[in-house]
């Protein structure tokens, strides 16, 4: 498909048109300042450090000749409408999670996280040895984007709860705070599935707005304070075993950049990635310890539980392989899935259990 005739049968969310007063990029004696709108607040662990440690290697490795200013959530546009603003061209970048633009592709889900898919270590296999980068570069060219990944939350917990989850009939009427295709299969079992962005999580939880919420894992969700309100802590998820994040630019933006600066971007981009991937793992066991030394309870699933997540994420999983681009992103995918599986079984897998059964003897 032609990538302007989609662009102009899309739909610009109705946030997005608050940005029209948005600057064009600026750019003085040979130097350039871009435009970027996110997703969260300023300072929210491990998602928006990704987006500022990105944001100070292309300074850096620029010299200062591209720079970006960084607008959070709310400030020119919402939460959920940056994909919007800069498709149009009403900002110049935005950082992201690209699963929260479902209603654009479902495919973006897979650039994101889905569940029962991909550890942080195996969805950058298949972005940057198996595919994934031209694949994304051909979904979010439709839509007038050039993505890079640019962050990784590593697995992300099953989330708060307001009460114990002892069966799959608990998840009935639920009101969760889930975004993505764990949302959705979250909704195939009963639950009220809530969308909220991450800025608006801890409220919507303190005032019993939802009744639990997941988010990135325990050093970012102790930041947000959500042992204040529950104890209860599902500390392994079915549905974001691996997100990455994404650093998406305007097309024609991107391309009235030199050859130098867009692999500055890339770069800065792939070592902002490493970075923020290490310290989410980094910090998490730490967090862990200080949660439940303050009467945090955690908990884990039972199987049953595990095996209703499994069948309701076959079918979302399969409700849109009649689309041809989603499809072959999904068969990719898969296919480097299984092919990195079945090595990390027999060595690292095998390697862990034989250390654990060592070091605890």
Request: aromatic share 10%.
């Amino acid at each position: 498909m032609d990538r302007r005739s989609f662009l102009r049968t899309s739909t610009v969310g109705a946030g997005a048109a608050a940005a029209t007063t948005l600057a064009a990029p600026a750019i003085a004696q040979g130097n350039r300042t871009l435009t970027m709108v996110t997703s969260v607040p300023d300072g929210f662990a491990v998602f928006d450090d990704a987006a500022q440690l990105a944001i100070d290697y292309i300074a850096a490795l620029s010299g200062g000749s591209l720079t970006i200013e960084k607008n959070s959530a709310g400030s020119l546009v919402g939460a959920f409408e940056v994909f919007d603003a800069v498709s149009a061209g009403q900002a110049d970048v935005y950082h992201s999670a690209d699963y929260y633009f479902l209603n654009q592709h479902p495919a973006l889900a897979f650039f994101t996280s889905v569940p029962f898919g991909m550890t942080s270590q195996e969805i950058a296999n298949w972005y940057y040895r198996r595919g994934g980068q031209e694949l994304h570069d051909n979904l979010s060219g439709l839509f007038n984007i050039k993505p890079l990944m640019c962050g990784q939350t590593a697995m992300q917990p099953g989330g708060w709860f307001t009460k114990e989850i002892t069966s799959a009939e608990d998840l009935q009427g639920l009101r969760f705070r889930m975004p993505g295709q764990g949302g959705q299969v979250l909704g195939r079992l009963g639950a009220s599935v809530q969308n909220i962005p991450g800025g608006e999580i801890y409220q919507a939880l303190a005032s019993g707005q939802i009744d639990g919420a997941e988010w990135i894992g325990p050093y970012a969700d102790e930041r947000l304070g959500f042992q204040e309100v529950t104890s209860l802590y599902y500390t392994a998820g079915f549905h974001e075993p691996g997100s990455a994040l994404t650093m998406g630019f305007n097309l024609e933006v991107w391309d009235s950049l030199s050859d130098q600066h867009k692999k500055i971007c890339q770069v800065a981009c792939e070592a902002a990635h490493a970075q923020n991937t290490a310290l989410s793992l980094a910090e998490n066991g730490a967090a862990l310890a200080r949660l439940r030394s303050e009467g945090v309870q955690t908990r884990e699933f039972p199987d049953d539980v595990w095996d209703a997540f499994g069948r309701a994420s076959a079918e979302v999983r399969e409700e849109n392989m009649d689309d041809p681009l989603y499809a072959e992103i999904a068969e990719s995918y898969f296919a480097s899935l299984e092919e990195t599986a079945a090595w990390y079984e027999i060595g690292d897998g095998e390697y862990m259990r034989q250390r654990n059964r060592v070091n605890a003897s």
